[in-house]
């Protein structure tokens, strides 16, 4: 699509701002009910989703261009869908995280690229990674350490994705052991693609750069269908999205798990018994890309129409994504097998308030991404509880650097158990 095929939402969105808040039967306080960490944050109309619907609008009537700030506002969005599935609370119609994404795109299109943006898609092209200063080879040393089987040689039931934050990240690659310990533990046979595992470019698409994410998405495509396993399983929750909800668009035809859906599954069989339970009080923070973006893909293809020139309606229906049905259970499910008591936050579910991480705003909006991660510390501090556990390694790492408190790893949880 291209920003001008979102002409229909851009007009038809009807100022109702719902895409600033959760929904009102879900607030437990004013202090934790709203949604969108950029309208939070800059207090002005158009960093909201209805904002950027309005300059959308305006770019399509040639009414505006694309100055530095109208760039930078397209840049400063986390992707995270918060906007996308509270909008669908009462419209069915728009589509206000396609349409910020493509905001981007169009902007980039347009030649606004900022030089961190460059530094990360040059890495993606060299180095196939969107970590920026980090080398291919690397990954691949330290993941050959695991113990894994190399599916493109062997056979294996289970193809595991490791993610690049675990590969890359010194501070999170003992969490990646802890991934195949449990795995291993719960008798599976487990490969990875060995030399050709590389980036999922998720993070590309987030940041408005859909070609380059479906050049990267399709060679990974073919290698992973040429592993032959029955499943991909990643720890990662941006590679999730990709892999579940992305790539299926492009011809993946894989099943794919999150590793707390499959590790639950295995505790559930008796596969998986943890033996040291713990004494602890957490709370889970929901990451964006497993919950309300960890939705699995729907094809469909349809038109756009009205009912008696009025009643907007799609034919046949369209898969409607209000992240309803995400990776919610399964988490919270490992987290009380481990013996750990869960105490939730006010903002969970397909409602999570973002870790600030998402959209690439981590290395290209700082100050949205640390504001992100230090409201949602303060939320987190006010359940009482010891430890903050999220599944999700940018998560992670978001709020560790705010600090403010002790944040787990769930893996790393679950392997204590063990």
Sequence with gaps: MSLSDFKPMQERCSNCSFCKWIPFDKMQSIRFAQNCPAVSLYGFNTYSARGRFQMGLAMVNKEQEYTDKAAEITRACLSCGACDVSCKICRYNLEPLDHNIELKHDAILAGKVSPEQEALIESLKKEQTLIAGKKKAERSAFVKTLGLKDALKEKCEVLFF????????????????????????????????????????????????????????????????????????????????????????????????????????????????????LDAEVTYHDPCHLGRLGEPYVPWEGVEKKILNQVHTWSPNRPRYNGAHGVYDAPRSLIRATGARLVEMERIREYSWCCGAGGGCSEVKKDLSDFAAKERIEEARATGAKYLVTACPWCKSNFTEAGGMDVVDILDLAAAAL
């Design 162 to 277: 490791p993610g690049c934050r675990y590969s890359y990240d010194e501070a999170l690659r003992p969490t990646l052991k802890a991934a195949v310990k449990l795995m291993k533990a719960a008798g599976t046979d487990i490969g990875w693609l060995g030399e050709a595992d590389v980036c999922c470019a998720g993070r590309a698409y987030q940041m408005g750069f859909t070609e380059e994410f479906e050049e990267r998405a399709k060679a990974n495509i073919k290698l992973l269908e040429s592993a032959g396993a029955s499943v991909i399983v990643t720890p990662c929750a941006d590679c999730l999205h990709a892999l579940r909800r992305l790539y299926p668009r492009l011809g993946l035809n894989i099943k794919v798990l999150h590793i707390t859906e499959y590790l639950d599954e295995a505790v559930k069989a008796g596969k998986l018994v943890f033996t040291h339970l």
